[in-house]
């Protein structure tokens, strides 16, 4: 394995060693928690792991019924009315907005690190959920047994129509975007790290800091480097 040189250390060994478990919720959510000590050194990807937990907990202890309807109004409540997750609209480019630990303290975030709590908080509830790869603006997709909903986790868990998610993805790029499923795609667990690390290079690259950009292109060598899941 190659050492980090821009990389804080012990968050690219950490990354590394969830990349093997990276096709489950448990290492993803790790992998991603790793990402943000190479600044939050004292971040903790187990505590970040617990705290959602707590979450599910939450919400587990209000169900009466494990109808899906009932496990999404209950996830909704916890999450968007009582926690208050939502977009960080005032302050979008802050790096601290893709740093699991940091979003759950402040309660804000971008469309991939929100997505991606609900989709660990909601899977521990009996939930199928997958992050929705759009460009611009990520996106939560729930399974059901009839079909599938559009879940905005950036807009306090809006439900969209895939037609609503393609106004959405429109508005954010302001490219207009022709008929079709491929924008629409579902991120494999590989993907959602990469776009993580890729957001995060983008920002680094806007403020000038070059060496924090170096250490997140490191990390994403790794998911390269890492066998496909």
Known sequence: MPQPIH??????????GYLASADTNEGLLRAVA?????ELESAEPEEVARRLSGLAQR????????????????LHEVLFEE????????????????????????RRGIPIT????????GEQLGLRIEGVNAPGH????????????LVDPFAGGRL?????????????????????????????HRV???????????????????????AMVELQSLVQEAPPQ
């Open 59 to 74: 919400v587990r202890a209000r169900l009466r019924s494990n109808r899906v309807d009932a496990v999404l109004a209950h």
């Open 114 to 121: 929100l997505s991606l709590i609900y989709k660990v908080v």
């Open 138 to 149: 990520f996106l939560a997709r729930l399974r059901i047994d009839d079909g599938m909903m």
């Open 7 to 16: 990389c804080h250390p012990r968050a690219f060994h950490l990354f590394a």
């Open 160 to 188: 969209l129509t895939p037609e609503e998610a393609i106004e959405r993805i429109e508005e954010v790029t302001g490219r207009t975007v022709l008929p079709g499923g491929r924008y629409l795609a579902i991120a494999t």
């Open 83 to 106: 926690e208050g997750f939502a977009g960080n609209t005032e302050d979008y480019f802050n790096p601290y907005n893709s740093y699991l630990p940091a979003v759950l303290e402040s």
């Open 192 to 214: 959602w790290l990469a776009r993580v690390l890729v957001n995060l290079q983008n920002i680094f690259a806007s403020l000038g800091r070059s060496d924090d950009l170096a």
């Open 34 to 38: 790793a990402i943000s000590m190479h």
